[in-house]
C-alpha cells in the first residue's frame, strides 16, 4: 500500500510537471508568434513612413546632445549622399553639408531650441547628395526629460526647392500682372482725358480767337466768359477721370448717384456753341 500510494504521488507530480512544460510551451510559441507579428507590423510601418519621407523628400534624425551624434534615418542619408547603412555620424559631419551662413542659422536655431524647450525651424541653403543646390526647412524638437533637462533634439529636414521655384514664379507672374495692369490703366486714362482735354484747347482756342478780334461788346465779352468756363469744367472733368481712375484699382466699392441729364451734357458740351464761327475756330 505505501508503494501503491508513492507511485500515485510520482504520476500525479509527472503529469503536473508535464502539464506545466506543455503550458509554459504553448505560452512560449504564442509569445513568439505575437512577437513575430509585432516586428511584422513595425516593418511595415517603418517601409510606409520610409517612403512617405521618400515622396514628400523629408528625413528625420535624432541628436544626443551629450554625444554630438546624429542617427539619421535612410531618406536623410540619401539626401546628403551617404549610405543608409552609416547612419550615425557626427554633428560637425551633418554641420559640413551646409554653407558657413546655413551652419549659423542652424547653430543659431539649435540653441533656442534648447534654451526655450520649445519647437523652432531655419530654412538653409544646402548642397545634396547628387550635387544639386536646395532649399531645406529644417525643423527641431527638444525633447524635454523629467528632471527639465533637454539631452536629445528631434528634427526633420524637408527638401522645398519646388515650393520656393513656385513661389518665385507666382511672384513674377504677380508682378507681370501688375505691370498689365498699369499699363491698362495708363491706356485708359489717356483715352479718357483725350476727350476733355482736346475740348478744353478748343474752348480756349475759340477764347483766343475772341480776344484777338479786339472786340469788347458786351455779347462778346460774354461769350469769352463762357468759352473759358466750358475750358475749366473740361479741365474739372479730366481730375474727375483721373479720381475715378484711382476708384477702380481700388479695393472700395462705394456706389455713387449721377445724373443721366449731367451725363448727356457733358457728352455733347464740345460740339454745342453758340456762334458758328467760333466753333469752327474751336475745331
Request: proline residues 3%; hydrophobic residues 40%.
Amino acid at each position: 500500500a505505501p508503494s501503491y500510494a508513492r507511485a500515485r504521488i510520482f504520476y500525479l507530480t509527472v503529469a503536473a510537471l508535464t502539464l506545466a512544460l506543455l503550458g509554459g510551451t504553448l505560452a512560449f510559441w504564442l509569445g513568439l508568434r505575437r512577437r513575430e507579428a509585432i516586428i511584422r507590423h513595425l516593418a511595415a510601418t517603418n517601409e510606409r513612413l520610409s517612403e512617405a519621407q521618400a515622396i514628400g523628400k523629408m528625413g528625420d534624425w535624432e541628436l544626443d546632445l551629450e554625444t554630438r551624434l546624429l542617427a539619421c534615418s535612410d531618406e536623410a542619408c540619401r539626401m546628403h549622399g551617404l549610405d543608409p547603412q552609416q547612419d550615425v555620424i557626427t554633428s560637425d559631419q551633418a554641420l559640413a553639408f551646409h554653407d558657413p551662413e546655413g551652419r549659423e542659422d542652424i547653430q543659431r536655431t539649435l540653441r533656442t531650441a534648447i534654451l526655450s524647450k520649445q519647437p523652432a525651424q531655419c530654412e538653409v541653403v544646402s548642397t545634396m547628395g547628387d550635387g544639386r543646390v536646395a532649399h531645406l526647412r529644417i525643423r527641431m524638437f527638444p525633447v524635454v526629460d523629467s528632471d527639465g533637462k533637454v539631452r536629445t533634439v528631434l528634427g526633420t529636414e524637408q527638401d522645398i526647392t519646388t515650393e520656393r521655384r513656385h513661389e518665385q514664379l507666382r511672384a513674377e507672374v504677380a508682378h507681370i500682372t501688375r505691370v498689365e495692369a498699369v499699363n491698362l490703366m495708363a491706356a485708359t486714362i489717356a483715352h479718357e482725358l483725350s476727350q476733355p482735354l482736346t475740348a478744353a484747347g478748343n474752348y480756349l482756342s475759340a477764347a483766343i480767337y475772341l480776344a484777338e478780334q479786339g472786340r469788347h461788346s458786351l455779347v462778346d465779352q460774354e461769350r469769352l466768359a463762357g468759352l473759358l468756363g466750358q475750358a475749366g469744367r473740361q479741365i474739372g472733368l479730366s481730375g474727375k477721370i483721373i479720381s475715378r481712375a484711382r476708384e477702380m484699382v481700388s479695393d472700395r466699392r462705394n456706389g455713387e448717384i449721377a445724373s443721366l441729364d449731367d451725363i448727356v451734357e457733358e457728352a455733347i458740351a464740345p460740339s454745342k456753341d453758340a456762334d458758328p464761327a467760333v466753333a469752327r475756330t474751336a475745331i
